[in-house]
């Protein structure tokens, strides 16, 4: 983990996906090609679910991103993201 965030980044169909947890703001967020779609802020831990929508071949899609604790050997937490049901593979950059 960076000193005050963590990111992760994937792909989706050539589209760039990313999720960055910042501790300083107490929030995470994330992002489809560069453009946020959606955030959500926390009072204590930097742990929980986020829903958003995109569109796909003219079709609006779910996608789910959910921030867990992985145990004492990795403080960073993990980060499952899926689109349309379907999981995609984010590897941690920060």
């Known amino acids: 983990m960076g000193i005050l965030g963590t990111r992760w980044e994937g792909e989706y169909r050539g589209h760039a996906v990313v999720v960055d947890r910042n501790e300083w703001t107490k929030g995470f967020k ?38 867990e604790w992985d145990g004492v050997g990795n403080l960073d937490g993990s980060c499952e993201v899926s689109v349309a049901g379907e999981p995609i593979t984010l590897k941690q950059v920060k």
């Open 30 to 67: 994330v992002l489809w090609d560069g453009e946020e779609i959606a955030r959500r802020t926390w009072s204590l831990v930097g742990l929980g679910e986020l829903r958003a929508s995109v569109e796909l071949e003219g079709q609006p899609q779910e996608v789910h991103v959910a921030l």
